[in-house]
């Protein structure tokens, strides 16, 4: 199929599932993962095998057409699309491994891996690869996922340390149930420990060189989907739910307004009160600017994928910040929705305060938040050197 075929088919298939998602997601809520229906209906879709190599199966979806799926998925429910969006990523990034590896993992269709980039345990080298200790929090979907992606830092031969990112089965670590959150609930991102794991060399590569695009997979280092920059990719296939999220909220607006008076005034109804409308204009135009961050970093990486450009250092950090600008200005919009919700809208079954808490979470993850992208882009911009490698 042509990529504008491929995009509409996924995008027809996702809203048929679409009921689905929002069905469930009280449901995710209330018991800390996706509902096993809302896994199936997607796997159905065909959502799983958006960003695995075609040889495999997949689609190999530009990023345009990853954004609009995942736009979609937000405006529904969260929880499913923050984890789509890591299973996402998690399957790109298994794509640069050595292809043995690829082979192993995507052997079983629809496969998930959960994981986080974090280097937060330790790894020493032993005959024929490493052994691995330590624990990963946030491990998004590991109910539903047979494969975890795991970072560690490994000593070097100058006594320095240098992070490694490894793919095992899931079965090798032992889940904690410990995901007890006030937002995201539904991702199911329970941590993980290891106990002296032994890592075969083929499994485990360096982080630095992949930053670089120095990826180890010789059938995919020519095709378009890998002749781009690890970071601004990340960043791209997570963008687009955000802006979903905001749709979504701006949508459960809608529906209770019409039946909505302003407690304490004269205003019988809130659709005919200024406020109301200059708060409606605010938010959807907040909305709107965030699509315009998240068409253009697609845009950036899709096109720079064709010949493999090379990425500026102010584009990189573009990149990142393009994620926290659209957090910063869909969280301004939710807010400004969710306050003109009125006292009702605490109440568990009315979505918009699921949504706020959802934003929230999304705003303050590591690699989104506002401040700390907006401080590394103006870093470059006024022509320093960024103080992070991740970008």
Request: net charge negative; charged share 20%; proline share 4%.
């Amino acid at each position: 199929m042509t990529q504008m075929s491929n995009r509409a088919e996924l995008l027809r298939r996702v809203n048929e599932v679409i009921p689905v998602v929002e069905e469930n997601a009280v449901w995710q809520e209330d018991n800390r993962r996706l509902h096993d229906a809302t896994v199936e209906a997607l796997a159905d879709a065909g959502v799983f095998r958006m960003r695995v190599p075609q040889r495999y199966g997949g689609y190999e979806s530009d990023l345009r057409t990853v954004s609009e799926v995942a736009a979609r998925l937000g405006r529904a429910d969260g929880s499913t699309a923050f984890t789509v969006a890591l299973w996402w990523i998690s399957s790109w990034i298994i794509g640069m491994f050595p292809d043995e590896v690829q082979d192993e993992v995507f052997s079983t269709a629809d496969v998930r891996a959960c994981g986080t980039l974090a280097p937060t345990a330790t790894a020493l080298p032993k005959d024929g690869g490493i052994v691995v200790n330590g624990r990963w929090g946030f491990n998004t979907g590991a109910a539903h996922s047979q494969w975890k992606l795991l970072s560690a830092l490994l000593p070097t031969s100058d006594g320095g340390m240098e992070p490694v990112m490894a793919v095992v089965p899931l079965a090798d670590v032992t889940l904690v149930d410990d995901w007890h959150t006030s937002g995201l609930t539904g991702t199911g991102s329970v941590s993980a420990f290891a106990d002296d794991l032994f890592i075969p060399a083929e499994r485990y590569i360096r982080i630095a060189p992949l930053l670089d695009r120095q990826y180890l997979s010789v059938t995919n280092r020519g095709t378009r989907s890998y002749r781009t920059s690890m970071v601004p990719a990340i960043s791209a296939t997570t963008i687009g739910k955000i802006v979903g999220v905001g749709r979504g909220a701006q949508e459960a607006f809608l529906e209770r307004l019409p039946n909505r008076g302003i407690s304490y005034t004269d205003y019988m109804s809130q659709r005919e009160a200024p406020v109301t409308h200059v708060g409606m204009a605010d938010a959807v135009l907040s909305v709107d600017e965030a699509q315009y961050h998240a068409d253009r970093l697609v845009e950036m990486v899709d096109s720079k994928s064709v010949d493999g450009d090379a990425w500026t250092a102010a584009e990189r950090a573009y990149a990142r910040t393009a994620v926290g600008r659209a957090c910063q200005l869909v969280k301004s919009a939710v807010d400004i929705f969710a306050m003109a919700s009125g006292a009702s809208s605490i109440f568990r079954d009315v979505r918009i305060q699921r949504i706020q808490r959802d934003m929230q979470a999304m705003t303050i993850h590591g690699l989104n938040l506002p401040s700390t992208n907006l401080e590394l882009y103006g870093r470059v911009l006024c022509g320093l050197e960024p103080n992070t490698t991740f970008m």
